[in-house]
């Protein structure tokens, strides 16, 4: 047998052998990435964060004129929150869109009275503990049904220290000719919350200079002397996270509350709420009063910057490449098509290029054999995207957060593919044939079945490839993710084809073959030099799986690795010697998964990863990109991942380099780095805000400005003359 079918052999079989750990570690991973929200068929959903339920109260029947209201019920997790109609300084509404049968209408939602969560020099208004939002619901006259079939879909913004975008999908089917009254007692005390109208109040609204004055006389003679809040259903009006005064006159209350310096709204009429602080302080809200009066007064002009939590523009696109907003399905293709070759010039692949070129060689001048084998190699690669592209589909679809790379956030497939490549490296390196390991039958197979082992080659290129973005990839990509099932997975396909096209051409044209270098003697010291690829590969997974979950777990996978690879030494020793030596291997392996393994999959502390330890870069969170940009500050976010061979390269090369870092200062650009290593939705959400699933992704925020998104590969000098434009626009506008 050539030398180079020991290549090929051990990448087919090793890909044979090691295909159900890594389906085992892939079921692991959706195992592992926690409850997410996802479309259920009845009325009850469990999110990561909180439990909800949809809900209805008919005491007279769903009957035309009577009374009939639904309700999303939400049980938060202890400590989080979500937001009122008016979030504050930064989040999001609960958001209900309903499906109801013809002559059936659902009304706004009865919004109760929320509570302030003060975050620093900001605050937001919003809801803990369990929540019920009413809807009154109008039944026409000409509804006949037997049933009402409800569907809802409920989007939230659920957030703690950190922030993670959540939804449902709830259905009901209720009979119209019984009461419902089973949560009466749950809508009473909805109703009960919400802020009441005060018909015998009276005073005025007026805007003096930078300010809001209230003047309100006719409150509750309970609340007399008490602090009071102010809820302003308007948004993006006033700081609600800032000092403001207030004080009592007998029955007369006045409050001067600050607006916004970043205010986008001067409305002639305010409605607003004003309550007690809650009796407890983790308690619930205290029922308020709701009066809308006109407000008098002059406002200030609006700020130019728009508020934290407006839509932010569209993002641009990187110079000479096309956005994502304008890129249509040919775009697309071609832009995967076009990624997936310079893929193979991405530092993650290298581990494999001998697999492919060596491959070349073990069929000689045989040119039928170089054409089935370059096909069964791509049909390997395109089938392998194909099933990653689905997979990332099928997970999106059901409510997980997941993009590109998705697979090797889970600590377990890290662990799996660095055995694989360890167990490779030691088959080139000579410490072990994969004959010697397997029945005379096993190993003939091989021989019997060239295409399978192409395919298989092709296979294992794709699982090494595929936590890699080259350029074009990311825009088509973060297109196909919005795309219909059928077209999204032909952008997969073409990216697979991209990738097999340079090794597809050279095995269909035989005047390419011919410029490799021919086989000889020197090929026994190539085959063993490129165990020390496949090595390089390992210790960076090792090192991954190092920053989720810590020295524990990559110590773990290390002593693994070092009783696996006594056991193949063994194995491959002549005569009794292989028996004995095999016993002890087999023995030290199965204590080492045993008393180490269980660290493998246990996570790190958030925070503990190298990327957020760096003093120059602060950790990224929605909140704190919204309080920079909104101090006027431009922020430079860095998407990145541990398990990113090309976020790594980047970071080492243009954006550690000090005159990078020094056009930063010199620009006032604060600098973010949102770690991908693990699973987080909350980046999965601002990746997909940008039209991208994977990372890296480079962007520049400008206040007042569309977001700025670099290329994949960075050049220093494109990342110096857009921190230095983004100073003369600060400049500019400054003057």
Known sequence: MAVFDWLLRAGARVARAFAPLLLAAGVTALAQGGPAAAPSAGPTAQTEYARVELLVHAPQGVTPGQPVWLGLRLDHAPGWHTYWRNPGDSGLPIELQWTLPP??????????????????????????????????????????????????????????????PEEAWLRLRVPTQSAQTAHGSLFESAWAAAPRALDGASGELRVEGDRLLLDITGLPAAWRGQRLEFFPETGNLIAPGLPWEQRWDGARWQA????????????????????????????????GVRLEWPVAGTWPAVAAPPAPREPLPAPSAPAGAAGPTALGLGLALLGALVGGMILNLMPCVFPVLAIKVMAFQAHGADRRAHRVGGLAYT?????????????????????EAVGWGFQLQNPWVVAALATLFVVIGLNLAGLFEFGQLAPPGLAGLQLRHPVADAFLTGVLASVVASPCTAPF???SIGLALTLPAAQALA????????????????????ALARRLPRPGPWMVTFRQAMAFPMFAAALWLWWVLGQQTGMDGAGALGLILLALAWLLWALGR????RRWLGAIGAVLLAAALVWAGPYVGREANAGATADTRDATWDAWTPQRQAELLAAGRPVFVDFTAAWCVTCQVNKAAVLSDADVLADARAANIALLRADWTRRDPV?????????RSGVPVYVLHVPGRAPQVLSEILRKEDVRA??????????????
């Open 103 to 164: 002559g059936v209408r659902a009304g706004e939602i009865a919004w109760p009275t929320p509570r302030k969560f003060p975050l620093g020099e900001l605050a937001n208004y919003g809801f803990d503990g369990t929540l019920l939002l009413p809807v009154p619901v109008t039944v026409e006259p000409g509804f006949t049904g037997d049933t009402l079939d409800v569907q809802l879909h409920a989007t939230w913004l659920i957030c703690r220290t950190e922030c993670v």
């Open 256 to 287: 001067s509350v600050p607006l916004s310096p970043y205010r986008s709204e001067s409305p002639t009429r305010l409605a607003f709420v004003v309550a007690p602080p809650p009796a407890e302080a983790h308690g619930p809200a205290t029922a």
């Open 379 to 399: 049909a390997g690669v395109v089938l392998s995207f194909v099933a990653l592209g689905a997979a990332l589909l099928a997970l999106r679809t059901a409510g």
């Open 473 to 475: 990839m990311g825009a």
């Open 491 to 510: 952008v997969f396909g073409a990216l697979g084809l991209g990738m097999a096209l340079p090794y597809l051409a050279a095995s269909q044209w035989p």
């Open 574 to 577: 002549p005569g009794a010697a």
């Open 683 to 691: 980046i999965t959400e601002a990746l997909a805000a940008l039209g």
């Open 722 to 735: 857009a921190f230095r434009a983004a100073a003369q626009r600060q400049a500019a506008s400054a003057g």
